[in-house]
């Protein structure tokens, strides 16, 4: 049964995508993740919720409050948003 548990955990987290924070225009909080953007929809004792930035996009990511990746899900209904991404993150270089 441990072996098994070792295996899916591990499974898992070579699925995980690698997350990052950034700020929008506005300066609230957006996570990024396999190149998607995604802001902040409510936030409880426990766990942010995050919403894909696209408006009718189900994909959703879940992580703590220490922003640690706890779950995705949904897929996206739009492409990946690479170069606005890179604009966001040059013009964040700029205001610093």
Known sequence: MAEAFVILT????AKSPAISF?????????LV?????????????????WICTINGCAAK???????????????H??????EKIEVREAREKMTH
């Not at 993740?33 to 919720?49: G, P, S």
């Not at 209904?77 to 690479?82: D, I």
Request: zero cysteines; glycine letters at 6%.
């Open 77 to 82: 209904s739009n492409l990946p948003e690479k």
């Open 10 to 13: 591990g499974e898992i987290q």
């Open 33 to 49: 993740a396999d190149e998607y953007t995604f802001k902040l929809n409510k936030a409880t004792t426990t766990t942010k919720y």
């Open 22 to 30: 950034m700020n929008s225009n506005k300066g609230k909080p957006l």
């Open 61 to 75: 990511v879940h992580t703590d409050l220490t922003n640690l990746l706890m779950k995705t899900a949904g897929n």
